[in-house]
């Protein structure tokens, strides 16, 4: 069994459309159609040949993998490829060609996203630069980079030091790995809630 041509069976794209989808792995559809293809396909010679460069599966398989994982019926198919993955870049080391594994990409929680931004926005409404932050913290400017763009969540002390520094209230927060997200922004107050609401456990 190979490829099965009935893979884009629910949408209108073609299959000469899809093919030049992923061609292209900056394309924004690009894994979407790469795991479509990889959960219904059993051939990877195949797969290379018509659909897929070698090196291009290789670079994006962890976003692919991602994709596919939206699926539960993926789950052999992920096994599969996994297995496929592997052995090329075993192929590669016995040939001598160095390939350095990609990392798939961190995903950045929404709400932390929001605290970042309003942390950026208090910080530039007062014309601080990163260093200076990261100065009057006793942080590293590396550290606020992070905590700006969402890729980290602030515990309560460091976001105590970023208030203080910053000369902003918070009137309510929750300590613990819930990310902070900012409600309002002002000139001069930001109000940070939780982005949960308090468990409650009753008994019975």
């Not at 069994?1 to 209108?12: A, E, I, R, T």
């Not at 994006?60 to 994982?69: A, E, F, L, N």
């Not at 605290?115 to 590396?142: C, F, P, V």
């Not at 613990?176 to 308090?198: K, M, N, Q, Y």
Request: aromatic content about 8%.
């Amino acid at each position: 069994m190979g490829v099965d041509k009935s893979w884009l069976w629910n949408v209108k794209t073609t299959d000469a459309e899809a093919r030049k989808i992923l061609a292209d792995p900056e394309h924004p559809a690009f894994q979407v159609y790469a795991a479509r293809r990889l959960a219904t396909a059993n051939l990877p010679r195949e797969v290379f040949r018509d659909y897929l460069k070698k090196e291009d599966f290789l670079k994006s398989w962890p976003v692919i993998k991602r994709q596919m994982r939206t699926d539960s019926r993926n789950r052999d198919r992920i096994i599969f490829w996994q297995g496929v993955y592997e052995y090329l870049i075993k192929d590669l080391k016995a040939k001598g060609t160095p390939f350095v594994r990609p990392k798939a990409l961190a995903r950045i929680d929404p709400g932390r996203q929001k605290t970042g931004q309003g942390i950026r926005d208090q910080r530039r409404l007062r014309k601080m630069t990163q260093a200076e932050l990261a100065q009057k913290t006793g942080l590293t400017q590396q550290h606020i980079a992070k905590i700006e763009k969402g890729v980290t969540c602030p515990r309560p002390q460091t976001m105590e030091k970023i208030e203080k520094a910053l000369g902003v209230s918070s009137h309510e927060y929750k300590t613990g790995e819930a990310p902070f997200r900012v409600d309002r922004v002002t000139e001069t107050v930001t109000t940070w809630l939780s982005p949960e609401t308090e468990r409650r456990t009753e008994s019975k």
